[in-house]
């Protein structure tokens, strides 16, 4: 009862604003301010803030609440556990799939930079020390191409 007429006095104090402009000659701020003020009260007409005000003061719905958020959680965690790892059982089927050729042959899956390349000179075991031996590798395929 009280919510309706919070919004009842809001929509009349902003009726009262826009008559006040557009006395003014801003018949554009005076429709919107009317557009605005107008609000409230069509929510207390409909019965939206009855709705609102039951439903706030409600055990059972803010139960109901707590169960979509925990639907929410479940629905997110699944999501981010299936971009972890692959998705459907085919995608898991050719992961281990490609995981056991590349442990039959490991250097079948190395890429080939060509003759003449700065990869191909470098012991495979060694670690790179700075970030310039990084870019060698692309820097060599992209010569390769022309680019």
């Known amino acids: 009862m009280i919510a309706e007429t919070v919004c009842s006095a809001v929509a009349a ?39 609102l005000a039951d ?26 556990v299936e971009r972890r790892r692959g998705s459907t059982r085919k995608e898991r089927k050719e992961a281990r799939a490609a995981e056991r050729r590349a442990a039959a042959a490991p250097t079948a899956s190395a890429p080939s930079l060509g003759p003449g390349t700065r990869a191909s000179t470098r ?9 310039a031996d990084d870019f060698s ?3 060599a395929i992209l010569k390769k191409h022309g680019i």
Not at 65 to 78: C, D, I, P, Q, R
């Open 55 to 80: 439903t706030a003061f409600s055990v059972t719905a803010w139960a109901g609440f707590a169960v979509l958020g925990v639907s929410w959680l479940l629905f997110s965690t699944t999501r981010a």
């Open 123 to 131: 012991p495979a075991t060694a670690p790179r020390g700075d970030s």
């Open 13 to 51: 104090a902003g009726l009262g604003i826009a008559a006040v402009t557009a006395y003014r000659k801003r018949f554009l701020a005076a429709a919107r301010i009317a557009a605005y003020s107008l609000v409230p009260l069509g929510l207390v007409m409909t019965g939206v803030v009855e709705w």
């Open 137 to 139: 590798d692309i820097e």
